[in-house]
């Protein structure tokens, strides 16, 4: 079984451009998440999809930040523009059944805004 | 606000000690609890899970982990640990979403 597909898996840019992240998830699995990780923390949640529809966005910046799910399979998230502070680790997640499965997790995207 | 708190942030041990990994939430309702590992240079992996039943559960790796309701814990054993468990170890909440904890670095010397 092919796990969650991240690319890319490093990205540096510099501060004020765009940058996008694409995930594909495990088949079958309807819920995909999208979290971030800063050095030394642990991940925190962005956004979650059930299929195409995001559930939950409460902590999505929203003034630069965007993020799509067309066909309710492979995800998109963007920065527009990028600022130092968003340099961490982006990490996507997909899950079987909502939220009453557990989460497998990509590799990641490490992005460094310089 | 819900909280996952883990009290170590970097725990080093030889080979063969026992480890105790503490984790504390913040939540009064019913909450799912995982533990995940993170190898150098790999992605998070589920170490075990907690949903219901017996709160002493068994993951991979000879991993285990008690539930105590009382005290919002969950804390994660390991009677005698190896240089391959040298990882991150991040402890899970799940109610409405997943709460992370800052995760404890174990580093295992040979």
């Known amino acids: 079984e092919a796990g969650v597909v991240q690319s890319p898996r490093y990205k540096i840019i510099e501060k004020k451009q765009p940058v996008a992240f694409w995930c594909n998830p495990i088949?079958?699995?309807?819920?995909l998440y999208w979290y971030r990780q800063n050095l030394g923390q642990g991940p925190e949640l962005l956004i979650r999809y059930e299929n195409e529809e995001a559930v939950d966005d409460s902590q999505l910046p929203k003034d630069r930040f965007s993020a799509e799910r067309l066909k309710g399979v492979d995800s998109t998230l963007k920065i527009q523009p990028a600022e130092l502070g968003d340099s961490a680790v982006y990490l996507c997640?997909?899950?079987?059944?909502?939220?009453?499965?557990?989460?497998?997790f990509g590799p990641g995207t490490r992005l460094t805004v310089t | 606000a819900q909280s996952v708190s883990q009290h170590n942030h970097h725990v080093i041990l030889s080979e063969a000690a026992s480890l105790e990994l503490g984790c504390n939430y913040s939540?009064?309702?019913?909450?799912?609890l995982f533990w995940y590992v993170q190898y150098p240079g790999q992605h998070l992996q589920l170490l075990l899970k907690?949903?219901?039943?017996?709160?002493l559960v068994k993951g991979i790796k000879g991993f285990e982990a008690e539930f105590i309701k009382s005290k919002f814990s969950f804390n994660l054993r390991k009677p005698s640990v190896q240089w391959s468990d040298t990882a991150e170890y991040f402890c899970?909440?799940?109610?409405?979403?997943?709460?992370f904890g800052a995760g404890t670095r174990l580093t295992v010397k040979p």
């Open positions: 997640a997909s899950s079987l059944a909502g939220t009453g499965d557990y989460q497998y």
């Open positions: 899970a909440v799940r109610t409405n979403d997943m709460r």
């Open positions: 939540y009064g309702g019913t909450v799912n």
């Open positions: 907690y949903f219901s039943g017996d709160p």
């Open positions: 088949s079958g699995h309807n819920t």
